[in-house]
């Protein structure tokens, strides 16, 4: 799977939707929005679910850049994940446990 976003001349709260403080050498108020005069935001991921075993991985790349008059900043994030389930038997029945899931990420 894959995706692109490109946005430009919106306002956005990106305090308010992200938390941080600051952004490109500005101070950011929550509830408040910053014009920005691009966002451009791409990514890539897939998964794979093993077929002899309970166990699937995933992994997503993405890169979101955000400009500002002269001012830019770049993220990179890379998220792995890894997800299993159980079957176990019990008073001669068959029980299955829920997913159990892990992940990482790296930004």
């Keep these: 799977m894959a ?3 490109n946005a430009e ?3 956005f709260d990106i305090a ?3 938390g941080m403080s600051q952004a490109l050498g500005r101070n950011l108020t929550p509830g408040q929005a910053l014009a920005i005069d691009a966002f451009r935001s791409a990514g890539i ?3 794979y679910r ?3 075993l309970p166990i699937s991985i995933n992994a997503l790349l993405t ?3 955000l400009q500002v008059g002269a001012a830019r900043s770049a993220m990179n994030a890379a998220d792995v ?3 299993w389930s ?3 038997t019990r008073d001669g029945g068959k029980a299955s446990r829920p997913s159990s899931r892990w992940s990482s990420s790296c930004r």
């Design 86 to 88: 159980s079957t176990s």
């Design 81 to 83: 994940g890894l997800a």
């Design 3 to 5: 995706a692109y976003t």
């Design 63 to 65: 890169r979101s850049t």
């Design 45 to 47: 991921g897939g998964g």
């Design 16 to 18: 308010g939707s992200t």
């Design 9 to 11: 001349g919106r306002a």
């Design 50 to 52: 093993f077929e002899t």
